[in-house]
């Protein structure tokens, strides 16, 4: 007997639907579709010597159906299209002449999220620089040496962290660095030059790997290294951004994510231009004025970086003054787009603020690649990447994921052929991506006047003699329906709120206190929050330092280190050989560590540490109280 067409044709679309779903047919045409537009826009941009993005910029801006249209909003100020240009002319001209910058040049900006950055950015770009963009959060030795590491002689500084350039010994490692501070006087004056535009010449780059700009990396040990971001990343990533999400005219991405990051700078900002939307911009993020922001602005689409997301989910609902309302639904927001949302709160995100679409990406700001995950219902959930086999057939070569050797912290190679070992679906590996082996800078430009560093993410003769790949230091799990899941970091560096943290670094800071003896610095997880949160195993010159001591200590690591860098967490210890291992040859060992934690024991064996914990302007005493605030998600770290 014949199926009945009204209940024929719903149980194909079902099953359809199902298949879609599990082949990716679907999802990989669009990731296709991404990267072709991406390689069509790179291709232009050659061939008419416009591969600098204040092209992109200006053809809107001169554009009767974009010039009028918003491409900015900040703290209740808009710019159109049109302005954003006029206003990025007249800043390029005025630092051209007022500091003699020339093409080519590097030039710093130490600047919190505002209007401005992206203006002086542009501006730059406008006039043929390259920009340097710093963390605001550096101060001391790590600001000195990353402003020295992009050889400019310029730094142009916000006037909200200037005060971190009172401190001589910055100014004294760099004599031939002019430090120029932005003040309302030299906006104002910006403001009012002539917005005289740069002949094309100035901005004329002939390569998708020449540099655009250089972002800074803590990478895996050491001080921060300026990656190296190119025209073609730029231009990538932000095209791949706004076609996954379906960005364009209408479209408000909020953003409170640093700009200095590759994040909010490429995936965002970068996106919004070459899709001609418009960017709501946040100084910094903050709980209580998040979806305020996003309301006032009429933001469609928000981005996330690491705990973002759990620290909305935190705090109590938002109620109408006035009637009482929660409003924790009434937005515009249709999509969450970044990196880092865990699985645990995936769907609360979702239920809770009314998102449909949750797009969750993997990259670094060096690597030469990434993985996205569009996700608007159950499959795909805590996943960072996803495709299927047609994307696995034109453009799957291009990734691998292999085995570890844990002893080494690198790739595992058979014995017999000296070849790495792809993992099997569903096992942890390194994810790897290839290089053209003859040109290796033409994906992957390394770290800026530093070969060293950027050798050594590169791996030969991998499968076959001869071939290179991109070491991302990221374990990584794919399964066999093509979604790929992020296991762990490899090595001692780890990661809190969205930032790399390198134990050596933050140990030799630790060292030049005093009191200290010894200092071993790891990272442990915490309750209800990702990442790992900085740790430092300490052996004082006493047996058990003093208030004062503990005190001076944090005034210190405050003074010395950014925010994201200061360990949150002290274990006393009475040698830090004794309370951590050590090698034979004495090398600090970081695993016993890290997997004791910091959950206060009932029983102190004779080499358990004390502990204690960053509160307010000391480390006091961390207790089972103490655990159990934090294990229950009432305190915020």
Not at 98 to 114: L, T
Not at 402 to 409: H, L, R
Not at 488 to 515: C, M
């Amino acid at each position: 007997m014949p199926v009945p067409l009204p209940i024929l044709l719903p149980a194909a679309a079902a099953s359809l639907a199902y298949l879609n779903a599990k082949s990716s047919i679907w999802y990989d045409a669009r990731l296709i579709k991404s990267i072709a537009k991406a390689a069509l826009r790179v291709r232009h941009g050659l061939k008419h010597d416009t591969i600098n993005l204040f092209y992109t910029l200006e053809t809107s801006a001169q554009n009767p159906r974009l010039a009028n249209q918003l491409l900015l909003i900040f703290e209740g100020r808009t710019y159109t299209y049109a302005q954003a240009y006029d206003k990025i002319l007249r800043y390029g001209h005025w630092i051209r002449t007022r500091f003699d910058v020339k093409p080519q040049d590097v030039v710093a900006m130490d600047f919190e999220n505002s209007d401005t950055f992206i203006f002086i950015w542009f501006a730059l770009w406008s006039i043929g620089a390259k920009p340097a963009f710093i963390n605001y959060n550096l101060s001391g030795k790590p600001l000195s040496h990353c402003i020295e590491a992009a050889k400019t002689k310029l730094c142009l500084i916000d006037p909200t962290v200037a005060s971190k350039f009172d401190d001589e010994s910055v100014k004294q490692a760099l004599p031939n660095v002019n430090f120029a501070i932005f003040t309302s006087e030299a906006e104002a004056e910006a403001s009012s030059t002539a917005p005289e535009r740069a002949p094309n010449s100035a901005r004329s780059d002939d390569s998708m790997a020449n540099m655009a700009m250089l972002i800074y990396t803590s990478g895996t040990t050491g001080l921060p290294k300026p990656a190296v971001v190119s025209w073609g990343k730029c231009i990538y990533g932000g095209s791949m951004a706004s076609t996954l999400l379906g960005r364009g005219n209408g479209d408000i991405m909020y953003t409170c994510m640093p700009l200095y990051h590759s994040s909010a700078a490429l995936l965002s900002f970068c996106a919004t231009l070459v899709s001609g939307s418009t960017q709501a911009l946040g100084r910094k993020f903050s709980t209580k004025t998040f979806w305020d922001d996003c309301r006032a602005s009429n933001a469609t689409s928000i981005q996330y970086v690491g705990e973002t997301m759990r620290y909305l989910l935190a705090a109590p609902p938002q109620l109408d003054p006035v009637t009482g309302e929660n409003l924790d639904k009434k937005h515009l927001v249709r999509a969450a787009f970044g990196n880092g949302l865990r699985p645990d709160i995936w769907d609360r995100v979702k239920d809770r603020f009314g998102i449909e679409t949750i797009a969750e990406f993997y990259a670094a700001t060096e690597s030469p690649g990434s993985t996205w995950n569009l996700s608007s219902n159950d499959f795909g959930r805590g996943a960072i990447g996803r495709s299927g086999w047609l994307y696995s057939l034109l453009l799957g070569s291009g990734a691998a994921i292999v085995e570890v050797d844990w002893t080494t912290d690198a790739p595992a190679r058979d014995p017999v052929t000296g070849r790495c070992r792809r993992v099997k679906p569903g096992e942890p590996g390194e994810m790897l991506y290839r290089l053209p082996p003859e040109d290796i800078q033409m994906r992957f430009q390394g770290y800026f006047n530093n070969k060293g560093a950027s050798d050594s993410k590169i791996l030969r003769d991998v499968f076959a003699p001869g071939d290179a790949w991109f070491r991302s230091g990221d374990v990584l799990r794919r399964d066999a329906s093509g979604l790929t899941f992020f296991s762990d970091r490899i090595g001692d560096t780890f990661r809190w709120k969205s930032e790399n943290v390198s134990t050596t670094e933050v140990s030799e800071v630790i060292g030049l206190h005093p009191a200290v003896r010894e200092a071993n610095v790891y990272g442990v997880q915490l309750p209800h929050h990702d990442g790992r949160a900085g740790c430092a195993a300490i052996a004082f010159n006493t047996p058990v330092p003093d208030d004062a001591t503990l005190q001076s200590l944090a005034t210190h690591v405050k003074a010395e280190l950014p925010r994201y860098a200061r360990p949150l967490f002290l274990r006393l210890v009475r040698d830090v050989g004794v309370g951590s291992q050590t090698t034979g040859t004495n090398k600090q060992q970081k695993q016993a560590l890290r997997a004791a934690g910091v959950k206060p024991t009932s029983t102190a064996g004779e080499d358990e540490a004390e502990l204690y914990w960053l509160r307010g302007n000391s480390y006091v005493p961390f207790r089972e109280k103490e655990w159990k605030e934090l294990e229950g998600g009432r305190v915020k770290l």
